[in-house]
């Protein structure tokens, strides 16, 4: 059998593709860079899961809690690397007293933790140099500029140190004894924390500190304090509060006090319509037999009327009204100006004859009779 050559172009591509590639590797340099990316899921919100992941895999359960509800058991270890707002001095007994019947009870202090003033720990800040000698420094953490140790100045003869990591002035970790168990604090924990954990040592010395005196059954990590009460929030802030309510009661005052010119007058009663007061005297008129005192001045406008009309005196019309009704019932008959008002001469008579007690109708009736005679 005979091999073929290759071809030319085949042999140029592959020389090409050769020299490319050598060119890359001299030209460029592989490094390595480390990116930070930011913590996701449970590790966002819980700076204590990488610790909790880590006792995990040692064969130690783990569980981490935002709210202490409920005391875990005796043997377990129980971690506070929350803030403490003011538990009070019930709360601060509930804790010890479990340490007392036998549970580790591991304290990270926040700012003035009210457990470390019932243990008569002393929480300070200590300057270490760079020179220092290593010995002087804490075997369990790494040196910076200002270090926080813990102080220890028991009045009690009964209690002792179990374990203290450093001086007994100046501790870094500090077990003493309380009843059958114990409380361990360190004066710093960030080195528990997601961030640096994994940093130098920072794994054992979160072993040392929660395997005491063996490994526990089980560890809980409190990691976020609950909410303080109501009450507790008022109690600490009484005095701003009290403030707050003395000024909000002076503008409140002020603003309801405010006004412009002169008081304004109280609003006056409901009055009733003067057409009320006229039907209600003219009843009481009518029932009393005084109907004259109504009727009368509608005849007097009705003489004075039809005086102006035929130019005699008022005296001689108000001295005979007979002459006066047999007028208005001839023009009544005759149909002149008064045949538009539909009158009767027996109407007109008895407007002019009604007199003393009369119904209602009948008042009614004369009245109405006059107003058209006067308008006529």
């Known amino acids: ?83 403490t707002r003011d538990p009070g001095a019930r709360a601060t007994q509930r804790l010890l007293g479990w340490a007392r019947a036998g549970g580790h009870l591991l304290v990270v202090p926040v700012d003035d933790d009210p457990l470390l003033a019932e243990l008569e720990i002393e929480r300070f800040d200590e300057t270490v140099a760079d020179d220092d000698d290593a010995d002087s420094r804490s075997r369990f953490a790494h040196a910076r500029p200002t270090w926080p140790k813990l102080w220890w100045n028991p009045t009690s003869d009964d209690a002792s140190v179990l374990r203290s990591d450093g001086p007994d002035d100046a501790a870094w970790l500090l077990t003493v004894s ?55 929030l008022l109690g600490a802030r009484f005095e701003l509060l009290a403030w707050s309510l003395a000024a909000l009661t002076v503008a409140a005052l002020l603003f309801l006090a405010r006004r412009i010119g002169p008081l304004e007058p109280p609003a006056t009663r409901d009055r009733r319509h003067l057409e009320e007061h006229v039907r209600a005297v003219g009843s009481y008129l009518l029932r009393v037999g005084a109907a004259d005192s109504l009727i009368e ?31 208005l019932q001839a023009e009544v008959r005759a149909g002149g100006r008064l045949e538009s008002t539909r009158l009767t001469p027996r109407a007109v008579h008895e407007a002019f004859a009604a007199r003393g007690e009369m119904s209602s109708p009948k008042l009614f009736r004369v009245l109405r009779t006059l107003e058209i005679l006067r308008r006529a």
């Open 1 to 83: 059998m005979r091999l073929r050559r290759p071809s030319k172009p085949i042999v140029l591509g592959l020389l090409v593709v050769v020299c490319v590639a050598l060119l890359f590797v001299l030209a460029f340099e592989r490094v390595e860079d480390t990116e930070t990316r930011p913590l996701r899921g449970e590790a966002a919100v819980n700076p204590y899961y990488l610790l909790q992941e880590t006792l995990d895999e040692l064969g130690v359960p783990a569980r981490s809690l935002t709210q202490l509800r409920a005391l875990p058991p005796s043997d377990h270890t129980l971690m506070l690397a929350a803030p």
């Open 178 to 232: 309380v009843g059958q168990g114990a409380v361990t604090v360190v004066s710093d924990g960030v080195f528990l924390q997601n961030e640096a954990l994994e940093d130098e040592d920072h794994p054992l010395v979160a072993w040392h500190a929660v395997a005491f005196p063996d490994a526990p059954t089980g560890v809980w990590i409190v990691y976020r304090d609950a909410l303080p009460s109501l009450g507790a």
């Open 297 to 327: 001045p509608v005849r007097d406008a009705v003489r004075r009327s039809n005086h102006r009309a035929a130019g005699a005196s008022s005296e001689d019309d108000r001295s005979s009204d007979h002459r006066l009704v047999e007028r």
